[in-house]
């Protein structure tokens, strides 16, 4: 029999995971040894008996077989978190193409232990009466260290460590001799640091609407009778999406069991993150990229030791090392940021349905507005579908007017706000309300579109919109069509034909000049670098201490303002117009989310889109709250060009020092594609050059890839790395893209 080798990484030690040792499976353990399993190995010169996990297997060895020691034994049944964490990853590495390390990299997230906060406390162990005599004693002999310590614990009989220490100026020798005098002794508790600062609780639960109750009680139930599922909770902007996941992580609370709740950005978590703690205490953990090392050390701590029931963040909470896993929720579950952009390229939302298998958890998705792929899959039966019609927060659902600035422009006006935004912004100011403006920044020089008349450019093949290139060309980025740019707009001759330039910063600019009086906060990715930036303007803005907050797309998600009368969309076309499939989606779901943060108080809110395309059927519908026409609409056109979710699609990204290079290496692997996979009901484009075709001198080709089947999108997966290992490249030149979020 051939031989075969498993390279074994030992112990899951954070610090050590990129270092596997090689290891011979002996023949009667071939056929238990797999790709994430426990084995039982010799370690070291000792050959001491160690637990390790086995991250790839190979017929060839790393080194000299005579070095290399076998696998002593299987534990199989195994359940660890490491052993789950470990099987997670080897599931990533295969369904989203990577190595096993950069897998583990994702599932294993603190890579590096910041050391424990004790809290030490010095305890008076004697009596009274003992005390008094040794004080007397220590008085005598002027001993004032030892008689200030004595006295001060006679008072109370025990004293934090640091006060001691600071405040009593007691020495770390007095303290010893009092301790070898048996006069007093030293405890010390372990202490989490705890990122949460909230004094307040809050006990009482609002009283559940139909809709909520319905949902809730259905979830719980399914769970309770260990049948547990995957469910979209589709509820309008304010109809309390929030409450019923308070209500859902109390009963899983109440079965023992552990609950992940997934924000898609660190902005939206505080609020959440708030509502949760006040209800739930320091039962509450949360899990970001702005917490210290020490801070998210101890939250991984806490989860894998039980001390907390529930783990709140972004996608990185996903990996919270639960040992009862219960519940996965996925707020705002259609935003992009639940896809990794990084090696490997997972979804959140898969992911996390992947783990629920694992852990017998339920998975809940919520939304105002459901990502295509997730209805979709309501549709289909795959996921069960509840609907929050009714708007709780005391408001109703604000009035939608679309501004034309094709108008706007014909009439004079050339400012970024539209006369009706104008007189808005001035009336709510002189009614002491608030108003939000949003500028869609993300892709905003993607496109070219005309003033005049609203006319984009758009690619001949693809139904996708053109980039403008430094180089005076218009290239589609799917199938690397090109033109020069144009000087005049070719439907209507108009000049005024470009792509956008202005920021946040210059509109906050106009703001002061046309509003001089107005308190203006901007919240955006520069204004919200510091670690408690995000809490601060929202804080403020919360507590009127301004009249406008101007930002990007992390302003319009999840927040509740409830003096927000008048929400004013900058420009719609922004979003409209990105050269992406989903560009249409994700303007309806910003336009949608927008909107919702009017009118959430007891006023009536009014939200005013601005746009070039005033009659694009994603405006219509969200200017009118329709999300359902909107899918019909859309998912006609997904069906038609074979995009997701009607069928799935797949990126090759190529990456070469030298440009003609990784040109050839693109057309030979496309070549490789075409004669090993069945070409039949596979849709293959290019290659062609990458959206920015060049990065730290790395030249970028893609191939992109459509099949009404993930599995056969994944056999083409496992032909170009196969290709790869033939051709003995490498493989950091090659990366993997299902059914992608962003642009190439």
Known sequence: MTSRFADVIIDISHEKVDRPFQYIIPDELVTSVHVGV??????????????????????????????????????????????????????IKEQYGSTMIAALHIVLPVKQKSKALEKKTIVLILSQNEAKEKLEFFISKKQQ???RLLEALMETESLPFEIVTGKLNITAKTIRDLIEMGMIEVTSKLVYRNPVKSQKRESDYKTLSEQQRHTVETIVEESLQGNPGTYLIHGITGSGKTEVYMQLAQAMTAQGKQTILLIPEIALTYQTLMRFYNRFGDRVSIMNSRLSAGERFDQFERARKGDTDIMIGPRSALFAPFQNLGLIIIDEEHENSYKNESMPKYHAREVAIQIAKMSHASVVLGSATPSLESYYRTKTGEYRLFELTERLTGGTLPQT???DLREEMRSGNRSIFSRKLTDQIQDRLEKKEQIILFLNRRGYAGFVSCRSCGHVMKCPHCAISLSEHTNGKLICHYCGYEEAMVKSCPECGSKFIAGFKAG??????????????????????????????????????????????????????????????????????????????????????????AAGRAGRGEIPGEVIIQTYQPDHYSLIH????DYEGFYEEEIQYREMMMYPPAAHMLVVLLMNETELEGELLAKNLAKEIRLRSEAKGIVIVGPAPAAIGKINDIYRHVIYLRSCEYRRLTEIKEICESYFEKTGKNTEQIQFDFDPMGQY
């Open 504 to 593: 946040t910063q210059q509109i906050e600019e106009q703001i002061k000049k046309k509003f001089p009086k107005a308190r203006v906060l901007r919240m955006d990715a520069d204004s919200t670098r510091k670690k408690d930036s995000y809490r601060e303007i929202l804080s403020s803005f919360s507590n009127q201490e301004a009249d406008i907050l101007l930002g990007t797309q992390m302003i319009v998600k999840g927040h509740d303002f409830p003096k927000v009368t008048l929400v004013g969309i900058l420009a719609a076309d922004l979003s409209l117009h990105v050269n992406d499939f989903r560009a249409a989606e994700r303007t309806f779901q910003l336009v949608t989310q």
């Open 145 to 147: 260290a030892r008689s």
């Open 401 to 403: 007017e679309i501004i």
């Open 38 to 91: 426990e084995v039982c190995i010799p370690f070291g010169r000792s050959n001491s008996i160690r637990r390790g996990y086995v991250v790839n297997i190979t017929q060839t060895p790393s080194i000299e077989i005579t070095k290399l020691k076998q696998i002593q034994a299987v534990e199989p049944e195994s359940v660890t978190i490491e052993a789950r964490q470990m099987k997670l990853a080897a599931w």
């Open 622 to 625: 969200a200017a009118n709250h």
